[in-house]
């Protein structure tokens, strides 16, 4: 079925009411009626399976016939320092790193970012790529989207295992440091740009207890190096078997 967040307050008991951006997706792009089943997310974790009652151009009310836990939403929660990237390549980590599983986003400048600035259009065209990865895959929660933030000020800030996927390391791998770990959320994995990270910055990291690591013999792209880790880090702790 299909997938939609609505705000929390929209789900009152086993009632619903259906605010305009949402009826009209259903009115018009997917031709419901009344009777229509459809899947609402309150961005609590629990999903509502409800049934139309009706659906205008301006709201709609349904009715809520089952709610549960979502399956989607990982218990582990990993968050991604990405340093921004040109072009539509942050789009494609916000995307596919939502459909992963990672629970936050923060946008990095680092020393070799191309880009260096975010205008506000920007930041709300992510917010809607995350919604619409996180219906699509099932997830009960948006992952958060922080505000752009410099690298230095983000490595001072973080708390929890936090790790630094770095082409320069070769001995400390990713699978060496979670079994020697007490892992506890969150688990935060630091990205660099196209160019990588500049060696001074992999010190300051270091200083501030971020640990970098490998992910092998082979050059990972900065759009790459995140899913590849988030992903790595999730199957090593269960969460991409049967639950």
Same mark, same amino acid.
């Not at 974790?45 to 709610?67: F, H, I, Q, T």
């Not at 790193?97 to 992510?126: C, H, M």
């Given at each position: 079925?299909? &997938?939609?967040?609505? @705000?929390?307050? @929209? ?12 009826? &009209? ?7 419901? &009626?009344?009777?229509? &089943?459809?899947?609402?997310?309150? #961005? ?19 009715? /809520? ?6 399956? %989607?939403?990982?218990?582990?929660? /990993? ?13 494609? $980590?916000?995307?596919? %790193?939502?459909?992963? %599983? ?18 506000? #259009? ?10 619409? +990865? ?5 997830? =009960? ?16 800030? /973080? ?17 060496? $440091? ?17 160019? %990588?990270?500049?060696?001074?910055? /992999? ?5 501030? =207890? ?11 792209? +900065?759009?790459?190096? =995140?899913?590849?880790? +988030? ?13």
């Amino acid at each position: 079925m299909h &997938r939609f967040f609505v @705000s929390e307050d @929209s789900i009152q008991g086993d009632k619903v009411s259906l605010e305009p951006r949402v009826a &009209r997706q259903l009115r018009d792009v997917l031709r419901a &009626r009344q009777g229509t &089943r459809v899947i609402l997310l309150d #961005n609590t974790g629990y999903e509502y399976n409800v049934e139309l009652s009706w659906v205008g151009k301006d709201g709609g009310e349904a009715k /809520v016939r089952e709610s549960r836990p979502a399956r %989607g939403e990982p218990h582990t929660q /990993v968050r991604l320092y990405q340093s921004i990237l040109k072009g539509d390549k942050f789009e494609l $980590v916000l995307q596919k %790193g939502t459909e992963v %599983g990672i629970s936050a986003f923060y946008p990095v400048f680092s020393l070799r970012s191309v880009v260096t600035d975010v205008r506000p #259009n920007k930041q709300e065209r992510w917010e809607r790529v995350l919604a619409e +990865a996180a219906e699509q895959s099932g997830r =009960g929660r948006l992952p958060l989207l922080s505000g752009p933030v410099l690298f230095t000020d983000a490595c001072e800030g /973080v708390e929890g295992l936090s790790l630094m996927p770095y082409e320069g390391e070769g001995v400390t791998g990713l699978r060496e $440091v979670l079994h020697n770990s007490t892992v506890d959320d969150p688990i935060n994995l630091f990205i660099g740009p196209e160019g %990588g990270f500049e060696e001074q910055e /992999v010190d300051f990291a270091r200083s501030q =207890g971020i640990t970098p690591i490998s992910l092998g013999p082979r050059i990972l792209r +900065a759009e790459t190096a =995140g899913l590849v880790a +988030a992903t790595a880090v999730l199957y090593e702790l269960g969460e991409l078997g049967p639950q």
